[in-house]
């Protein structure tokens, strides 16, 4: 059973501060990686995608992922409350299959 | 430039009908991925089309079936609905060649009463 596990939160963080959230998955076949973002009664939106070990950055947003640990993290920086939200991680199989996990909730308080 | 739209945005049926729901793709995208998700619950995925053909399936009955038509739109069929059906269903385009990078539409909530 491939799996992507999250810690269901919720996560609280002051406001301008660092947000990380972190991911695990099951299946060592993955080789891309995707946060998706979902604000309360609203659809996914995808925020990062890393194909790589290492980190990649886009604003204030780094994801970081180590395919030997089986590990993809995202950090937020200088957070607001605009980013309360879900977050969602998600590995593509081999079979081009989106594998989710169930999210974090992330509370920024002011 | 359109996103990904979905119709209807909310839809009530009684146990044992049917539904049809309808997506269209961002343009230019040509892969329609299905999903469901209970409140609390990441995407469950249903299946993806491809070229008109469902190229992958995700672990749901047979009551769930789709299509997809030339346009690159698409359609999801639930048969003999059961009241565990009640949920957002989530419709996803993106490019076959770059398929976990999905946008979604803002999706269709069912009810089974």
């Known amino acids: 059973q491939k799996e992507v596990e999250q810690n269901s939160g919720p996560l609280s963080v002051p406001e301008g501060a660092i947000a990380s959230l972190n991911c695990t998955y099951s299946?060592?076949?993955?080789?891309?990686f995707f946060w998706y973002r979902q604000y309360s009664g609203k659809s996914p939106e995808l925020i990062m995608f890393?194909?790589s070990n290492g980190d990649k950055e886009d604003g204030r947003f780094t994801a970081q992922l180590n395919k030997a640990s089986q590990y993809v993290s995202l950090l937020i920086r200088d957070s607001q409350p605009s980013d309360s939200a879900t977050y969602l991680c998600a590995a593509m199989d081999s079979n081009y299959q989106l594998i989710w996990g169930a999210g974090t909730k992330l509370i920024i308080k002011p | 430039d359109a996103g990904v739209t979905q119709s209807p945005t909310h839809l009530i049926k009684t146990r044992g009908q049917q539904v049809t729901l309808r997506c269209s793709p961002k343009?230019?995208?040509?892969?329609v991925s299905w999903y469901q998700q209970a409140l609390g619950q990441g995407p469950q995925f249903i299946f993806q089309?491809?070229?008109?053909?469902?190229?992958q399936r995700g672990n749901f009955p047979d009551r769930f079936s789709g299509h997809q038509f030339p346009n690159y739109s698409s359609e999801l069929n639930v048969n003999a609905l059961l009241l565990g059906d009640s949920a957002l269903y989530l419709c996803?385009?993106?490019?076959?060649?770059?398929?976990?990078?999905?946008?979604f539409g803002p999706g269709t909530r069912l009810t089974v009463t």
């Open positions: 299946d060592r076949g993955s080789q891309s």
């Open positions: 089309y491809y070229e008109e053909e469902e190229r």
């Open positions: 343009s230019g995208h040509d892969t």
């Open positions: 996803a385009s993106s490019l076959a060649r770059r398929a976990g990078e999905q946008y």
């Open positions: 890393i194909y």
